[in-house]
């Protein structure tokens, strides 16, 4: 089993950034990949963006890239989303979650087993 954990969120305004935090606990070696999905109200979930836990490998949706940053500390098994030139848009509640594999079903959240709690983010304008 595996726990997820996020943190960071809150209320920021247009412009603004914020850093995303996602604590993993319990057994984590089968987890390969760790991807950010956010939803709306009234909309599907989301994908933001994911990472492989060893390697290079990223992955963004068109919507944030150049603007997020996913990144990782393996020391403390925590996966960040940095977030900068925040738009009204980008208002969800954002989750984390791990996948034991990595490829094109990085994006969908169907290929992902454990998830966390969310964690709100609100920009204002």
């Known amino acids: 089993q595996v726990q997820l954990v996020e943190s960071g969120g809150g209320l920021v305004q247009a412009g603004g950034s914020l850093r995303l935090s996602c604590a993993a606990s319990g057994r984590t070696l089968s987890s390969q990949t760790m991807g950010w999905f956010r939803q709306a109200p009234g909309k599907e979930r989301e994908f933001v963006a994911a990472?492989?836990?060893?390697?290079?490998?990223?992955y963004y949706a068109d919507s944030v890239k150049g603007r997020f940053t996913i990144s990782r500390d393996n020391a403390k098994n925590t996966v960040y989303l940095k977030m900068d030139s925040l738009k009204p848009e980008d208002t969800a509640v954002y989750y984390c979650?791990?996948?034991?594999?990595?490829?094109?079903?990085?994006?969908?959240?169907?290929?992902?087993?454990?998830w966390g709690q969310g964690t709100q983010v609100t920009v204002s304008s």
């Open positions: 979650a791990a996948s034991s594999t990595w490829g094109v079903w990085a994006v969908t959240a169907n290929a992902y087993r454990y």
């Open positions: 990472l492989r836990w060893s390697g290079d490998n990223t």
